[in-house]
């Protein structure tokens, strides 16, 4: 109930009263026009409702935060297009709830529109959000109100919902690519697009004659064309993918100021996931991520070639929530990692990993990363 309902109601109660006592036709007249202005209202509200059409949409499904200490804008579109070529709409409202499952995050809003008669608006609705995550944005109800506020007529309820990837900014970073590219001796159909190998299947380079040159290496074809001897330089096999640990472990007291540290850190471990793979991905390095699923009590795994894909994955990392038990996680990686060979790893956490030394995790290829702070800092370098 409005607060023009509830102003037209004692309105409405205080001319009955004065009508009773005191029938004159000034006061009739008045009691006329509170019923009659009211119906007029809600008839043109009726004329509005079947002649409006509302959508909910999202643009721009990524919002990449400015700085780490700056919230960020998760934008949605409410489209609403009123076909009256006659009655405008002067009020509208739209019930938004919004939740980052990631980080804990949720609300509700009210955002207010109007309409032109005739005419389509795209009303922008800004969610802010302090720290990283999926933020599930659904509009639940809209409704508009007649030229007075006295009645109000739903339009449109429970929209799709909504998701809109929180990132933070990338880190500059360096991690050798060399290291990473997984030299195999063994077949493979990916070769390094950065080093040279011993593999006469695919050619890295052509270039001339030196001294030292093996004569089986000798390009004889190019070598006529050119007039000069012309070498085939073989290409390096790689391995599949990479394989990148997450660890979801953030750890902290339920306090004020170890939540606000948790938040802190799970942002810096987001922050590193991102820079870690927009730094393999441009250099065509395959990762296959993994982590431990509490909720399900599974072992996920996403395969990320290409920029789109790692933007499913992280919508499928933001599903889960992050722990404070280290050792739930330990568990599941040993028993996952169980009969498997892994060429090279990388385990990336935010919380102290002395215990995966001695759980037996780390083995001679896998990397610890600890993304929060001074460790990090100098893989940068």
């Not at 004159?24 to 009659?36: D, H, N, P, R, S």
């Not at 007075?148 to 970073?173: C, Y």
């Not at 339920?254 to 540290?261: E, T």
């Not at 072992?299 to 992280?314: G, N, S, Y």
Request: aromatic residues 10%; proline residues 3%.
């Amino acid at each position: 109930m409005t607060i023009g309902t509830l102003l037209y109601i004692f309105l409405f109660l205080f001319g009955l009263i004065i009508s009773i006592f005191y029938l004159e036709f000034g006061t009739v007249a008045i009691m006329g026009l509170l019923i009659t202005v009211p119906a007029a209202m809600l008839v043109f509200l009726i004329c509005q409702r079947f002649r409006i059409t509302v959508a909910v949409d999202s643009k721009n499904p990524v919002a990449e935060k400015d700085e780490m200490d700056r919230p960020a804008r998760a934008v949605i579109t409410l489209s609403v297009e009123n076909d009256n070529k006659v009655l405008p709409v002067t009020k509208g409202i739209a019930q938004v709830q919004y939740e980052n499952k990631f980080s804990g995050e949720k609300g509700k809003m009210k955002i207010r529109f109007s309409v032109d008669a005739g005419k389509k608006r795209d009303r922008r609705i800004p969610v802010v959000m302090q720290n990283c995550g999926n933020v599930a944005i659904r509009v639940k109800k809209v409704r508009i109100y007649d030229y007075l506020s006295i009645f109000a007529w739903t339009v449109g309820k429970n929209f799709e919902t909504q998701n809109v990837l929180v990132l933070p900014p990338l880190r500059d970073m360096y991690l050798g690519r060399d290291r990473w590219y997984n030299e195999t001796s063994e077949d493979s159909d990916r070769f390094s697009l950065y080093k040279k190998g011993d593999d006469p299947s695919e050619i890295f380079n052509v270039r001339e004659f030196m001294d030292g040159d093996k004569i089986q290496r000798i390009h004889w074809k190019l070598s006529g064309k050119t007039g000069s001897l012309m070498v085939k330089e073989g290409s390096l096999p790689l391995t599949k993918v990479v394989n990148i640990f997450i660890d979801l472990c953030v750890p902290g007291s339920s306090s004020k100021k170890d939540a606000r540290q948790r938040h802190e850190d799970s942002n810096l471990l987001v922050q590193g996931i991102y820079s870690v793979s927009m730094y393999m991905i441009e250099h065509v390095i395959p990762q296959n991520y993994i982590w431990y699923d509490r909720e399900n009590d599974v072992i996920q795994e996403r395969i990320v070639e290409h920029e789109e894909e790692l933007l499913w994955m992280f919508q499928d990392l933001f599903k889960c929530r992050t722990t404070k038990s280290a050792d739930e996680l330990v568990e599941a990686y040993l028993a996952w990692e169980e009969g498997r060979m892994l060429e090279s790893a990388m385990y990336l956490t935010v919380a102290d990993h002395a215990d995966l030394q001695s759980a037996g995790l780390v083995r001679e290829r896998l990397e610890v990363m600890d993304l929060r702070g001074e460790e990090f800092e100098d893989e940068k370098q």
